[in-house]
């Protein structure tokens, strides 16, 4: 059974949303349960490029499942933290994606017909802001969220929002409440309650600004960059005879494909200008770059998320919040502003803040993921930036009780499983089986870094 949803938020580039209800049910946790929560399924139009490519533009990817929901036994306490939506460039990324692209459009005579379009191309992209595509995924986002857990709303139990202070933030969780209004035909409609300014000296667990010696680090990133790059930049300098490009180009102009595709909501022409195996060279660099900006492979990487997992377990306990990093404790010592008795907690913040929260958890570590190779690409890896933070990606911890299943021994007893864009994730650290459920106190204890303000990571950051 399915019905249209025309959301205020619609445009050219997708024609239907539909809410597929499931009629049968599913096996689960050793009973049969009803198949109530709905899933809700895009329907894109406007001449896209696949998924599957799509995939590889890393942060700028789309949002996209990276795995079919499974409902857990009874929810009680959700929270979610969310990205923004899908935006332009920065001004930053303009300003050296401009650069690197001017050294084509100099070019009098092109030697390939690829290239052609670049006689009459005029850059119209913005700058941070979000498009209108981010707005619809984001307000899409929150009737997909109010489908799955209307159960947890009700007058007195309105999802608590909160926004880091950048406009694509704040707009974003605005939207989201807009979606979970238009789904709950205006019964309930979230406010942003706190919006935490991103100003120097502020103290922001939505953002990665707080810990002044944290820098990227670029050598493994640009070590394979020089290994996939040169190769294409050969290609473009015959196409493009006197053009001169550096691996370094290659880099800023590859990008252009995500953001006027989203933009212009059909594939752009930089798309055709580079092979899939090129993109997927191209979406590890952005991996890498990830990994060692604000993921474990920094030192000041996972200790930038501590302050929000701090957080995280004060409201999974019902306790108040423990932390000297970057939390805000005049907003967190606030019923107000911080409350402690709610079912639904929303969050909205950057990419890079959400990786250095993945890290601080221990999450997306196993294996080969603790230090990835900048001379070989490995296509099982699971630090893939499209399955972790793509525009209007998010992670939800829920808060479980199961108190009627006997046969496993979990009655009266309280858990904690975490899905990033739906994917279970395998929380090993704190005794979880193949269902992803940890014991609450055991995922509480498994967070001994965060507890312990970064085991001295963040004095570190001010040295």
Known sequence: MSKTINSPYSNRMASQVFIRNC????????????????????????????????????????????????????????????????????????????????????????????????????????????????????????????????????????????????????????????????????????????????VAGTNNTLEDGSCPNAHTIKKERNAWRDIFAPPIADRLNAAAPGANLKSKDVVQIMPLCAFETLFHGKTSPFCDLFTFDEYEAHEYYNDLSKFYKTGPGNPFGP???????????????????????????????????????????????????????????GLFQQGDEREPSSEVMNPGRRWRISKLTPFSGRMIVEKLECDDDLRVGRVGKEYVRILVNDALQPLTFCGAGEDGLCLLKDFVESQSYARGDGNGDWDKCFE
């Open 303 to 361: 200790v930038q998320g501590v302050g929000y997992v701090n957080e995280l377990l004060a409201r999974l306990t019902s306790q108040p919040v423990r932390d000297d990093t970057q939390t805000n404790s005049t907003l967190d010592s606030s019923p107000d502003t911080f409350p402690l008795n709610r079912t639904f907690y929303a969050d909205f913040s950057h990419d890079n803040q959400m990786v250095a929260i993945y890290s601080a958890m």
């Open 23 to 198: 009629s049968s049910g599913y096996f689960q946790y050793g009973r049969w349960n009803s198949c109530h929560v709905p899933t809700l399924v895009l329907q894109t139009g406007g001449g896209l490029p696949s998924d599957t490519f799509q995939q590889t533009w890393a942060a700028y990817s789309p949002y996209f499942p990276a795995a079919e929901y499974i409902p857990p036994p009874d929810t009680c306490v959700i929270t979610q933290l969310q990205r923004h939506g899908a935006r332009y460039p920065t001004k930053s990324a303009t300003k050296k994606m401009q650069s690197s692209l001017q050294k084509l459009l100099n070019v009098n005579i092109y030697a390939n017909g690829s290239l052609n379009f670049l006689r009459d191309f005029e850059w119209d992209l913005g700058t941070n802001d979000m498009i209108s595509f981010g707005k619809r995924q984001t307000f899409e986002s929150g009737v997909e969220h109010f489908n799955r857990y209307q159960h947890l709303f009700s007058s007195d139990q309105i999802p608590f929002v909160r926004a880091s202070g950048s406009d694509r933030v704040i707009k974003s969780a605005m939207i989201w409440s807009d979606g979970i209004a238009f789904a709950s035909k205006d019964v309930y409609h979230p406010q942003t309650s706190v919006i935490i300014p991103e």
